[in-house]
């Protein structure tokens, strides 16, 4: 039986109250952003959106944009990946299929692999969640540099700074 007063809201009879030390939601209203000093650039023609960096889980979850065609990296990822592909499409040369437009794809930890971007593709926008860290490994799979949350942080802290936004733009995103 539902208590009536200050819990009475019919849209949540079932809610708890909210923990006080709970952070608030994140809400993207413009996901696909317009103004392109939200987007992180990371390489010519390739920057990315920052969704959500939870740096007390250790993910991050951000669009990746790819301008170009040719090969992006070779990296691999000690946790599983999730990609969903708003935009254009991608492949990776250790593999025979290729990420369309609508399409998911799942990566599961300890796989190494090099994104590339067909030449008829003018632009790409991928939404991932990458969990962990990723590694940037050469043709041997030695490790040649890394990204996380901390470092994607950091990449947003110096563009948004950079780009009139102020450093503590990306506050919105962290958790």
């Excluded at 009879?13 to 317009?34: G, H, K, N």
């Excluded at 799979?141 to 948004?160: L, Q």
């Excluded at 450093?167 to 995103?173: G, I, P, R, T």
Aim: net charge negative; glycine share 8%.
């Amino acid at each position: 039986m539902p208590v009536q007063g200050k819990d009475d809201d019919p849209r949540m009879p079932y809610q708890l109250p909210f923990p006080p030390d709970a952070m608030d939601e994140i809400v993207v209203p413009e996901a696909i952003a317009t103004d392109e000093r939200i987007w992180v650039p990371q390489a010519e023609n390739v920057a990315f959106r920052p969704l959500c960096l939870n740096a007390s889980q250790g993910y991050w979850m951000n669009l990746l944009r790819v301008r170009k065609s040719g090969v992006l990296s070779r990296h691999r990822h000690p946790q599983p990946v999730h990609g969903f592909v708003l935009k254009g499409r991608w492949h990776y040369l250790e593999h025979d299929w290729e990420a369309k437009e609508g399409g998911y794809v799942y990566e599961p930890p300890g796989e190494t692999h090099t994104l590339v971007v067909p030449d008829d593709v003018d632009e790409m926008i991928t939404f991932f969640q990458v969990n962990g860290v990723m590694l940037y490994v050469d043709p041997w799979g030695k490790t040649m540099g890394f990204e996380d949350v901390f470092t994607k942080i950091e990449m947003c802290r110096k563009h948004y700074e950079a780009v009139g936004l102020g450093a503590d733009y990306v506050d919105q995103f962290i958790r």
